[in-house]
């Protein structure tokens, strides 16, 4: 087998030739997918594992290896459709697909590069870091949009860090996007506990249940799993297609990790009496939830605590309107305190996502059975946002980055905390506010902030140019976020990011 190095660079040097002939990493990420999963497949049904895979015949590796020129663009995308028609996650991978490599020499050295190594030997490990590389690029690519479902992985890694997953417990992300918190978890309870054999079967199978509504990042997620060894070729798929707000299915989890997507309000395409189609939006009527709205944040929100068992834990991302904004944001804040503990909020940078001008936070909580009292007593806020900067490119956000902020959560008892604020020490970035402190505030608000931006007071010592024009073009583009959300609302319209 190639060495390391070398199957990497091949898989990057076919992006890079595939992008000259105007097929983009997402495009080439999807064929690869397909390819990839079919050659598997292929390894699978051959000694020493000699699975029964449900692939229809004629429409297997070995028919398409076979075939050159026209004939292979035809048999290609006939074997796309046939396999979308299957069941399993074998069906779900295959879904709505399509060939977007158009030269047929092309993507017969696609194949060929996939011939030539034994996907299913390769250490998991290998095939995971030229997935998640290839993930990573595509989310680079602005204009594809796929940056919105691509979660910083070291920001994963730190909330994961901090809630410590354990063996034989169920996670779930109600918005998998391509499965970067799956994974982290699955690293983390692997590499932290001496797993026996039924605890690696739950791992593996038992463990892991998501939604995600885009075909193709759905598609993403499943093969990003598999790579990493999570799931079964031949068996069934734990990422629905449902759309995970519609209703409550009755399940209920050890966890939900999730960064539920960007963009306050959900909407629908409806076409009223005239033939014309019109946005409208969307408003789900669910008993479990507090309030009705069609803010999508705070539904999510909603759902996330209704999917939880009963000391069930959840660490969210959320954008900083759930922390302040009235009506239904003040309810939802009000029941959320009442109902669950709340207790640690971090305040995320600028520049860490794709999707420009997001301001966002971190919300862990943990689930609580009914009580007259309010669960959370106090609330812990991380400020990692005053004085910070950061880039995508230039300086990204790090692991490294968070550690100050794993430590303050201390996760091994995250009872025994200590500020590092103080009267004395102003500057310091761990405070906490009891729960009489936030209720007096204004509509609940939990978007508290207490340290002086130097960029203010202090001319003197500006950070980089680059680092000052992105946090201009941050705010600039925050701000437009925010008018427009204005406009579609005075307009009876809907904004969707998504």
Known sequence: ?????????????????????????????????YLLFLKMVDEF????YNRKINVPKGYDWESLKSKRGAELDT???KTLKELSNTKGILGQIFTKSQNKIQDPAKLYKVIDMVDKEKWSMMGADLKGKIYEGLLEKNAED?????????????????????????PMKTIIDPACGTGGFFLAAYDHIKDNQNLNREEK????????????????????CLMNMFLHNIGEIDGETFISSA??????????????????????????TITNEEGEQEKEDLVYNR?????????????????????????????VVLPDNVLFEGGAGETVRKQLLQTTELHTILRLPTGIFYKPGVKANVLFFDNRPGSKDAWTKEIWFYDYRTNIHHTLKKKPMTFDDLQDFIRCYNPSNRHDRTETWSESNPEGRWRKFTYEEILSRDKTNLDIFWLKDKSLADLDNLPDPDLLANQIIEDIEAGLESFKEIMATLNGDSVDND
């Open 1 to 33: 087998m190639s060495n390391e190095a070398s199957i990497v660079s091949k898989v990057w040097s076919f992006a890079n030739v595939l992008r000259d002939d105007g097929v983009s990493y997402g495009d080439y990420l999807e064929q690869l997918t």
């Open 45 to 48: 049904a051959s000694p020493p």
């Open 75 to 77: 048999h290609y995308s």
């Open 142 to 166: 602005t204009k594809s949009g796929a940056g919105q479902y691509f979660t910083p992985r070291a920001l994963i890694k730190a909330m994961v860090a901090c809630v410590q997953p354990e």
């Open 201 to 220: 079967e739950f791992l593996k199978s038992k463990t892991f249940y998501g939604n995600e509504i885009v075909a193709n990042t759905r598609r993403l």
């Open 243 to 268: 759309d995970a707000l519609v209703a409550d299915e009755g399940k209920r989890f050890d966890y939900v990790l999730a960064n539920p997507p960007f963009g306050k309000k959900s909407s629908m």
């Open 287 to 315: 008993q479990d939830f507090w309030v009705t709205t069609s803010n999508k944040q705070l539904n999510f929100l909603q759902h996330i605590r209704t999917l939880l068992k009963e000391n069930g834990e959840a660490a």
